[in-house]
């Protein structure tokens, strides 16, 4: 298995009607199986689609060793700045 891209996990920002909704995306890697198949692998989904192949020792052990995310980008909602105007009308 070879890595070719690493995501650190986060929150993506989607306007709505009345607000925002905060919606998390796991880490994930996007690796080459030895059996050539490219594959997009997170902490829960650790097979290959084509082989079978169990990639989960790798793939966690390179997950946990991604440097923890500060507090502004797991709580983003806390820092997202004037929000008088966003929401329903009084």
Same mark, same amino acid.
Not at 39 to 67: F, I, M, P, W, Y
């Given at each position: 298995?070879?890595?070719? $891209?690493?995501? #650190?996990g986060?929150?993506?920002?989607?306007?709505? #009607?009345?607000?925002?909704?905060y919606?998390?995306?796991?880490?994930?890697?996007?690796? #080459?199986?030895? *059996?050539?198949?490219?594959?997009?692998?997170?902490?829960s989904?650790? #097979?290959?689609? $084509? *082989?079978?192949?169990?990639?989960?020792?790798?793939v966690?052990?390179?997950?946990?060793?991604?440097?923890?995310?500060?507090?502004?980008?797991?709580?983003?909602w806390?820092?997202?700045?004037?929000?008088?105007?966003?929401?329903?009308?009084?």
């Amino acid at each position: 298995m070879q890595i070719i $891209e690493r995501t #650190e996990g986060r929150y993506e920002v989607q306007d709505v #009607e009345f607000g925002q909704v905060y919606r998390w995306r796991p880490a994930t890697m996007l690796v #080459e199986c030895n *059996c050539g198949a490219m594959q997009n692998l997170t902490g829960s989904t650790t #097979e290959c689609g $084509e *082989c079978g192949a169990d990639h989960a020792v790798a793939v966690r052990q390179v997950l946990a060793s991604a440097k923890q995310p500060g507090d502004e980008a797991l709580r983003p909602w806390r820092y997202a700045g004037d929000r008088e105007s966003v929401g329903l009308p009084f």
